[in-house]
């Protein structure tokens, strides 16, 4: 006779409730608790990555650094709290955890314990290594853009138009670095047709490095003529973008998120998520 498993018992209404008005703090923006938790997580982010960058300068390291390493490590734990918190009040934690932002929230948090288990002189250098990648937590500020899908969506309508724009840029490209390459030959620097079309890609986005100059009459032609197609072909992915986002439509999205799968995009009128079916 099959041994039947025994169910799992359900969570405790007080537990489940606690849950969910955790899930509205943290992931929802259309409360108050969850608009004045989203500000303070932008703050904190912010005040984070100045003390990064600060601490980058060896003046100011060298006179603050005891200040900015106890900053450092108020962050991690404020930071560390946070990720908890998410993973606690979602019904599948491991589902936020190998996500976009669960990956970013982990990577925010991880170069500081690192540091724990890398002690010596010698790991000095993969320190301030590990320390660097604690400006991933500026990705963390790109959950709460909310035009950042609408770009989106006109970037993918373009994205053909772009591809055919940047083929035709790269013929050019080779093709004035051949004429130039030919007309300068090694004399003026250009010792091989990688120069040439170096030379090409930085007159023609006018950016003009001048570490290397044409020297003959028609290569400075050749050059002039560069320089004016840089200045039209610059504006054409902006007017190709510019008309797809006067085209695209909005959609009016929900900002609530799945109290099981932390999937965000939901339509208004949407009672179940669609991307794990829990209802919303």
Known sequence: MPIRPHPQPPPRPEAAGFRHRL??????ADTFGGRLFDLALIAAILLSILVVMLDSVPGLQRRYGPLFLALEWGFT????????????????????AFSFFGLVDLLSILPTYLSLLLPGSQY??????????????VLKLAQY????????????ASRRKIIVFLFATGSLVIIFGSLIYLIEGEEAGFTNLFEACYY?????????????????????????????????????????????????????????????????????????????????
């Open 124 to 137: 000095l250098l993969t320190i301030r290594v590990l320390r660097i990648l604690r400006i991933f937590r």
């Open 145 to 156: 853009v909310g035009e950042a899908e609408h770009l989106v969506r006109a970037l993918r």
């Open 77 to 96: 734990l404020a930071f560390t709290i946070e990720y908890v918190l998410r993973l606690a009040c979602i019904g599948r934690p491991l589902r936020y």
């Open 200 to 280: 090409a890609v930085v007159t023609l986005s006018t950016v003009g490095y001048g570490d290397l100059t044409p020297q003959t009459p028609a290569g400075k032609a050749i050059s002039s003529l560069i320089m004016i197609l840089g200045y039209g072909i610059i504006a054409v992915p902006t007017g190709i973008v510019s008309v797809e986002l006067a085209q695209a439509r909005k959609l009016e999205i929900s900002t609530q998120s799945c109290p099981e799968c932390s999937a965000e995009g939901h339509d208004p009128d949407a009672k179940h998520c669609k991307y794990c079916g829990s209802r919303l």
């Open 23 to 28: 899930h509205t703090i943290i992931f929802e």
